[in-house]
Nanobody, 124 residues
């Protein structure tokens, strides 16, 4: 059984940073593309960042390019999202996902496994 768990969400002020973590079990972690998505109240789910199985290729939505950094440690079955210069529009529930396809401009598809999410709230 695949289990994925996010952590690191918090309430912060604009301009501050957070680091989200996602740990996975029940799957061969380094076989899978991983991604971060987010969903704000009243909005659809948005692809934030995506990383290839090796970590060699990373992708970012235009809205977070230059502020967020995705990384992974396959030995620890862990995915991270470093979020710098957070803005109120980054407020959302953030989810990690495994086993899908990375594309440009946040177009990430066909992810099979999802965590329960961690809340990020940014106030101005």
């Amino acid at each position: 059984q695949v289990q994925m768990a996010e952590s690191g969400g918090a309430s912060v002020q604009a301009g501050e940073s957070l680091r989200l973590s996602c740990t996975a079990s029940g799957l061969t972690f380094d076989d899978h593309t991983m991604a971060w998505f987010r969903q704000a109240p009243g909005n659809g789910r948005e692809g934030v960042s995506c990383i290839s199985w090796s970590g060699a290729y990373t992708y970012y939505a235009d809205s977070v390019e230059g502020r967020f950094t995705i990384s992974r440690d396959n030995d620890k079955n862990t995915l991270w999202l470093q979020m710098d210069n957070l803005q109120p529009e980054d407020t959302a529930m953030y989810y990690c996902a495994a086993n899908g396809r990375c594309g440009d401009s946040g177009h990430y598809t066909d992810f099979d496994y999802w965590g329960q999410g961690t809340q990020v709230t940014v106030s101005s």
